[in-house]
């Protein structure tokens, strides 16, 4: 069954540095997301992706962050200058049709520490 | 409240019986969603219920949406140790492009 693969499963990083991380959607799907989690918490929308641009993002996704889809199958999210709060588990998900109307499907999460 | 809040926020049973939780939010929707997010991983889709449905079923889950009090309710009939977990309520708002989930059920079933 296809499914999103995120890497790295854990990293950790020190305050003020950039980390990358990486999804890989599921092959038909046209609409990319990035959640994260911080331990405990709600799950937060960060940015929604569709049509190599952004479609939507959150009051989070600040100029720190930032997305890419480098080459047709990766989905990046690159954190500038992390700061301890933004320690988390990160999701990326997919889904082949829009919100309105599809299922989004989960990748198992990066976890990001930043010490 | 915020859009999607679930209620109770934990909810202990034991194996079989039955486990409610319930959802509510603000704002129209096209489709309410219902996840299972077991510890440290990632969520997984349970079902969805669009705007014009009152109920669905898919196996051991029951889902009603009362659209006139904004509010959803998810039953987990003959509950199982391997239902433990969070459950989430999800909202699509706007054009669709962002899904918003409330703050969870923690679900613990006993054996």
């Known amino acids: 069954e296809p499914e999103v693969t995120q890497t790295p499963s854990h990293q950790v990083t020190q305050m003020g540095q950039e980390v990358i991380l990486r999804c890989v959607p599921i092959s038909n799907h046209l609409y990319f997301y990035w959640y994260r989690q911080i331990l405990g918490q709600k799950v937060e929308f960060l940015v929604s992706f569709y049509n190599n641009e952004i479609s939507e993002k959150s009051e989070i996704f600040d100029d720190q962050f930032s997305v890419e889809r480098p080459d047709g199958s990766n989905f990046t999210l690159k954190i500038r200058s992390t700061k301890l709060e933004d320690s988390a588990m990160y999701f990326c998900?997919?889904?082949?049709?829009?919100?309105?109307?599809?299922?989004?499907?989960f990748g198992e999460g990066s976890r990001l520490t930043v010490l | 409240s915020q859009q999607g809040e679930e209620d109770p926020q934990a909810l202990s049973i034991q194996e079989g019986e039955n486990a409610t939780m319930n959802c509510s939010y603000k704002t129209s929707i096209n489709n309410l969603q219902w996840y299972r997010q077991n510890s440290g991983r990632g969520l997984v889709h349970l079902i969805l219920i669009r705007s014009n449905e009152r109920e669905k079923h898919s196996g051991r889950l029951r889902v009603t949406l009362d659209t006139s009090k904004k509010s959803s309710s998810l039953l987990i009939t003959a509950s199982r140790a391997a239902d433990t977990a969070s459950y989430f309520c999800a909202t699509a708002l706007g054009g669709g492009f962002k899904t918003i989930f409330g703050a969870g059920t923690r679900l613990f079933v006993k054996a």
């Open positions: 998900a997919s889904s082949r049709q829009g919100l309105n109307t599809g299922e989004l499907f």
